[in-house]
């Protein structure tokens, strides 16, 4: 890649992931190298078999729990490998890097705003870095090429409807 860019995708309407993740396809599709981060996230979902399917490499950073008030320690250390993880898939030549839910890792305050900073200010030139999730830092924002706030308008679990397989995970 000639030149990449820093996206990010945040707000409280769904698609954040989904765009990064359509991002990754396309990229595939293009020949580019993708590796995604997934922040405090533990197990397997649906787009894992597609990653597999596609050659999209994906590593995990999180449990199987949903991270309440204070983040355990083992949480703080798995975002921190991942941040690590990030600097190391620049050094191997990655195409695209997405960071998903860096910012909402950022807003439990199981990973510092300057990590990730400092995560966007090594990017090689070449590199398209992109970050998800709610709760964006301004700081983050004002670092970015590319900002995109999804806002929820209408959503079907307002109706009770719950989480399906192959749609939300």
Not at 25 to 41: C, D, N, S, T
Not at 60 to 66: D, H, P, R
Not at 92 to 112: C, P, Q, R, S
Request: charged share 35%; glycine share 10%; hydrophobic share 40%.
């Amino acid at each position: 890649m000639e030149k990449g860019f820093v996206q990010v995708y945040t707000g409280n309407g769904k698609g954040k992931s989904t765009a990064a993740f359509g991002l990754a396809l396309r990229a595939v599709g293009a020949g580019y190298r993708v590796m995604i981060i997934q922040f405090l996230k533990g197990m397997e979902y649906s787009e894992h078999d597609s990653f597999k399917r596609l050659g999209i490499d994906y590593e995990l950073f999180g449990t199987k729990e949903f991270v309440v008030g204070e983040p355990s320690e083992k949480v703080k250390e798995l975002c921190k490998r991942g941040i690590e993880r990030a600097k190391d898939a620049f050094k191997e030549g990655y195409d695209i890097v997405i960071l998903d839910e860096a910012n909402v890792a950022v807003h439990l305050k199981a990973m510092e705003v300057e990590d990730l900073l400092e995560v966007i200010r090594e990017k090689p030139s070449g590199v398209e870095l992109v970050i998800t999730g709610r709760y964006a830092p301004k700081e983050v924002i004002e670092e970015a090429d590319l900002v995109t706030e999804m806002r929820e308008v209408k959503h079907y679990y307002q109706k009770g409807v719950e989480a399906r397989k192959g749609v939300e995970w």
